[in-house]
């Protein structure tokens, strides 16, 4: 009663408030090197050598050389940790939308191409794998074992991620990530603005315990028969029933040169049983003395609680990358968290929805240039080997020529 009291409110808060929509965070990476500085790399891993560097890139495939860069990762098998933080903000009541785009033009093998929103930190160098967030939100891939869209909550404590994995794309082309969490404790998420993944908070993971449990002081008696079929007491193996898979080959003999004292006893080499019949196993019958299923009774979970917002954020102020990565070369563009999908549906018809076309087409350019380079150096090795032979061929017929006027 009381969750669908304050779902009602909050309907009737979203409805008043939708023509105030507002964005809290964009970045797009087109100021560099000035976007570069709104972003502070973390030096969490800089002791070990192992923090990776970024840069500011458009990469190999680009439709517009400022708009279409972003910040990529540059060195293999390192960790990737930056920041960036904005005013604070509570999504109480309200839509939250966090989407950006991602482009792993390294063909990536192991890696994540990820990110995090949460609550700002006191010092954003110091910001490292196991600082707090609210939301982790991305792709992420290792060989045939990881291969999905992580949407990660953090609740009281502990980072809860989805109970059935969301696909991913991946290839060398950017894609759009983007997020829909609503105040009615649902979500959506889009990948390329097509939706991939939607439903209930409450049935996708386990934010509340649950209202039910085993009964600790209740067992299955002893005495319980949960057997549906018995072994037939009545049935008996047939008398003539062979069950000797093999048999020592009668038409074996013990060779003329056989020495017991060096080889050993003389035994016959065994040969599949002609007689056999299988191994015998004795009719099944429905168990008079069968009870049921035994099911476990159930008490009211001393634990559980309601929780009617489970969506809410009270403080978001800070987006971050954090991965490692074995092979480097994503790039990060395009980041918005916002109010509404259709600011998030603006930025993409700016940004992404331009480049995506001319990507597919630039590379299969390439491919075609190292299509067609690739024939014509194999025709060229090709040309050159039978100008060699007929070189040799010709040296042999000299020689040949040579051979006979010796002769003569």
Same mark, same amino acid.
């Given at each position: 009663?009381?969750?669908?009291?304050?779902?009602?409110?909050?309907?009737?808060?979203?409805?008043?408030?939708?023509? /105030?929509? #507002?964005?809290?965070?964009?970045?797009?990476?087109?100021?560099?090197?000035?976007?570069?500085?709104?972003?502070?790399?973390?030096?969490? !891993?800089?002791?070990?050598? /192992?923090?990776?560097?970024?840069?500011?890139?458009?990469?190999?495939? @680009?439709?517009?050389?400022?708009?279409?860069?972003? /910040?990529?990762?540059?060195?293999?098998?390192?960790?990737?940790?930056?920041?960036?933080?904005?005013?604070?903000?509570?999504?109480?009541?309200?839509?939250?939308?966090?989407?950006?785009?991602?482009?792993?033009?390294?063909?990536?093998?192991?890696?994540?191409?990820?990110? %995090?929103?949460?609550? #700002?930190?006191?010092?954003?160098?110091?910001?490292?794998?196991?600082?707090?967030?609210?939301?982790?939100?991305?792709?992420?891939?290792?060989?045939?074992?990881?291969?999905?869209?992580?949407?990660?909550?953090?609740?009281?404590?502990?980072?809860?991620?989805?109970?059935?994995?969301?696909?991913?794309?991946?290839?060398?082309?950017?894609?759009?990530?983007?997020?829909?969490?609503?105040?009615?404790?649902?979500?959506?998420?889009?990948?390329?603005?097509?939706?991939?993944?939607?439903?209930?908070?409450?049935?996708?993971?386990?934010?509340?315990?649950?209202? !039910?449990? %085993?009964?600790? %002081?209740?067992?299955?008696?002893?005495?319980?028969?949960?057997?549906?079929?018995?072994?037939?007491?009545?049935?008996?193996?047939?008398?003539?029933?062979?069950? =000797?898979?093999?048999?020592?080959?009668?038409?074996?003999? !013990?060779?003329?040169?056989?020495?017991?004292?060096?080889?050993?006893?003389?035994?016959?080499?065994?040969?599949?049983?002609?007689?056999?019949?299988?191994?015998?196993?004795?009719?099944?019958?429905?168990?008079?003395?069968?009870?049921?299923?035994?099911?476990?009774?159930?008490?009211?979970?001393?634990?559980?609680?309601?929780?009617?917002?489970?969506?809410? @954020?009270?403080?978001?102020?800070?987006?971050?990358?954090? /991965?490692?990565?074995?092979?480097?070369?994503?790039? @990060?563009?395009?980041?918005?968290?916002?109010?509404?999908?259709?600011?998030?549906?603006?930025?993409?018809?700016?940004?992404?929805?331009?480049?995506?076309?001319?990507?597919?087409?630039?590379? =299969? *350019?390439?491919? !075609?240039?190292?299509?067609?380079? *690739?024939?014509?150096?194999?025709?060229?090795?090709?040309?050159?080997?039978?100008?060699?032979?007929?070189?040799?061929?010709? =040296?042999?017929?000299?020689?040949?020529?040579?051979?006979? %006027?010796?002769?003569?």
């Amino acid at each position: 009663m009381l969750r669908s009291k304050v779902l009602a409110w909050l309907a009737v808060f979203c409805l008043a408030s939708s023509s /105030l929509a #507002k964005v809290y965070f964009v970045e797009e990476f087109n100021d560099d090197p000035i976007a570069a500085k709104r972003w502070t790399m973390s030096s969490w !891993k800089e002791s070990d050598g /192992l923090q990776g560097k970024f840069e500011v890139s458009h990469g190999e495939f @680009f439709n517009d050389a400022k708009v279409d860069q972003g /910040l990529r990762t540059t060195q293999d098998s390192k960790y990737y940790t930056a920041s960036a933080s904005f005013p604070s903000f509570s999504n109480e009541g309200k839509t939250l939308v966090f989407q950006f785009q991602t482009k792993n033009e390294q063909n990536i093998e192991c890696g994540g191409s990820y990110l %995090k929103i949460g609550p #700002k930190i006191s010092d954003l160098s110091k910001f490292r794998g196991d600082t707090p967030y609210s939301i982790m939100f991305g792709p992420d891939q290792c060989g045939s074992s990881t291969r999905k869209t992580h949407l990660i909550f953090s609740y009281k404590g502990k980072n809860l991620d989805r109970k059935r994995d969301i696909e991913l794309k991946s290839d060398v082309f950017s894609h759009l990530y983007t997020l829909v969490l609503k105040p009615d404790n649902t979500y959506e998420v889009y990948i390329d603005q097509e939706k991939s993944a939607s439903g209930s908070l409450y049935d996708d993971w386990a934010f509340l315990p649950p209202k !039910k449990i %085993k009964d600790p %002081k209740q067992s299955k008696p002893s005495d319980w028969v949960d057997d549906k079929e018995i072994d037939d007491p009545s049935d008996t193996k047939p008398e003539d029933w062979v069950d =000797e898979k093999q048999i020592p080959d009668p038409n074996a003999s !013990k060779p003329d040169d056989w020495d017991e004292e060096e080889d050993g006893e003389w035994t016959a080499p065994m040969i599949d049983n002609p007689k056999y019949k299988g191994e015998w196993k004795a009719k099944r019958i429905a168990n008079p003395e069968y009870k049921g299923e035994w099911i476990h009774p159930e008490i009211d979970n001393p634990d559980y609680f309601d929780d009617p917002a489970v969506y809410k @954020f009270d403080d978001i102020s800070l987006v971050a990358i954090d /991965l490692w990565q074995v092979k480097a070369g994503t790039i @990060f563009d395009n980041i918005l968290i916002a109010d509404s999908k259709a600011d998030a549906d603006a930025l993409a018809a700016k940004t992404w929805a331009k480049l995506k076309t001319v990507e597919k087409e630039q590379k =299969e *350019a390439k491919d !075609k240039k190292a299509q067609e380079e *690739a024939a014509k150096a194999a025709k060229a090795s090709e040309a050159s080997e039978k100008k060699e032979e007929e070189k040799k061929d010709d =040296e042999d017929d000299d020689d040949a020529d040579a051979a006979t %006027k010796d002769e003569l």
